[in-house]
């Protein structure tokens, strides 16, 4: 981090502080802005952790998440807007645009606070007045655990900080399978293992506490949605608004589907089309070398991970961004078509 001496003489003392995240958080989203609330109260801070919109209950079991504050509520909106302009710090985490928070983005801006930056997707901005940024990071929660230990408050770790953060790494890591998995985060898990973090029980509660109605989604986008373009070793799915409704999708129904598409033998890039009330949002997904941030940035305002990008498209519709995509694909052939097996 810059100027790390002085972010530590800054929380040296107890501070007001709040903790957001970006739009619809994942596990890492949760998990580091959890963990860091939990460190944080150990020395000694008042803590608020605001997402901008609500998440999936698949992580909602997270140590804290009784604490956390849903900012689209409309009943408690004002108080929230009052936090957000009253407080010391506000720490920015897994997200490094402010259009990642939407609605709440304006009030974090015109908040007084200190603004520190924790992120490891490309592209920043420059809003921050700390920033601890790293897009070699696997997740944000190993910056969130390297900055404590930076710190010298490693012995502030416990297992409800510990579960939290492990929970960014595996799902971040696609169960450490992803080449974002280092070494520097085994040893990192190893360490959280060590302060008695149960790993078999956090893979449960995030990858097999799925609802009955969400599997009969699972199984009809796979049987009847998934289209395959062999010819640029690319497959995709599309989701319409009729849809999700006929499956009662909740928040996070549609999340990782597209990751099956990568199953598929010879398959280099999977994408997700979902069709959302305000926009058509895309997920891309892809293996080795193809970086789909770059594709996702070029064509449809968006970017990420090399490997793992999201994207949305205003105005076009879902039938316009699906001729969208195809249409790019010819440009990227041979790409697509060199990556190894």
Sequence with gaps: MQNLDAFRTLISTPKNIVITTHYKPDADALGSSLGLAGYLKKKGHKVTVITPSDYPKFIAWMPGNEEVINYEDYR??????QIIASCDIIFCLDFSVMDRIEAMAQYVLASKAIKVMIDHHTFP?????????????????QLIFQLIVLLGDKDLLDEAIGECLYAGLMTDTGSFRHPCTTP?????????MELGVNTNLVHRRVYDCTSFERLRFLGYILGQKMVVLPEYRVAYFVITAE??????????????????????????????????????????RSVEEFPV??????????????????AKT????????????????????????AVPN
């Design 243 to 284: 849809e999700q409704k006929r499956f009662h999708s909740q928040t996070g129904d549609t999340e990782g589907i597209v990751n099956y598409g990568l199953q598929i033998d010879g398959i280099v890039m999977s994408v997700i089309i979902v069709e959302r009330p305000d926009a058509v949002k895309m997920s891309f």
């Design 76 to 81: 408690t909106q004002k108080k929230t807007q």
């Design 314 to 337: 205003v105005g076009l519709g879902l039938q316009g961004t699906i001729d969208k995509l195809l249409s790019i694909l010819p440009s990227y052939k041979e790409e697509l078509l």
């Design 125 to 141: 901005e420059s809003f921050a007045d700390f920033v601890y940024h790293d897009t070699h990071a696997a997740a944000t929660a």
């Design 184 to 192: 520097e985060v085994h040893r990192i898990v190893a360490d959280i």
């Design 293 to 310: 941030n770059r594709l996702a940035s070029a064509h449809f305002n968006g970017g990420g991970h090399k490997n793992a990008s999201g």
